[in-house]
């Protein structure tokens, strides 16, 4: 039984940090590649970033240079890094495992940036 287990999200003031990280189980972590979405009030679900099993990493325009996700496949882990949080940046964020044309998704994270 595959799980994705989010953690790290919570209440932070415009321009602080916060580090989701999510814990993999029940998957060969490493052949996998993991992703961060988000889902804001009223939005649809969006891809915030994605790193495949070879390490390559891509960021949406909106994070760029404030986000940066990273994996250790030694822990089954991948991680988001969030710098210089905007009031936008609030939303549920979600872990995603990607192989194929299969999909496993997390519980999902608050995230809640305030002006």
């Known amino acids: 039984q595959v799980q994705l287990v989010e953690s790290g999200g919570g209440l932070v003031q415009a321009g602080g940090s916060l580090r989701l990280s999510c814990a993999a189980s029940?998957?060969?972590?490493?052949?996998?590649?993991m992703a961060w979405y988000r889902q804001g009030p009223g939005k649809q679900r969006e891809l915030v970033a994605e790193?495949?099993?070879?390490?390559?990493?891509n960021y949406a325009d909106s994070v760029k240079g404030r986000f940066t996700i990273s994996r250790d496949n030694a822990k089954n882990t991948v991680c988001l890094q969030m710098n210089s949080l905007r009031p936008e940046d609030t939303a549920v964020y979600y872990c995603?495992?990607?192989?194929?044309?299969?999909?496993?998704w997390g519980q999902g994270t608050q995230v809640t940036v305030s002006s």
């Open positions: 995603a495992a990607k192989l194929s044309s299969r999909v496993y």
């Open positions: 029940g998957l060969m972590f490493s052949i996998w590649d």
């Open positions: 790193i495949t099993s070879s390490n390559s990493a």
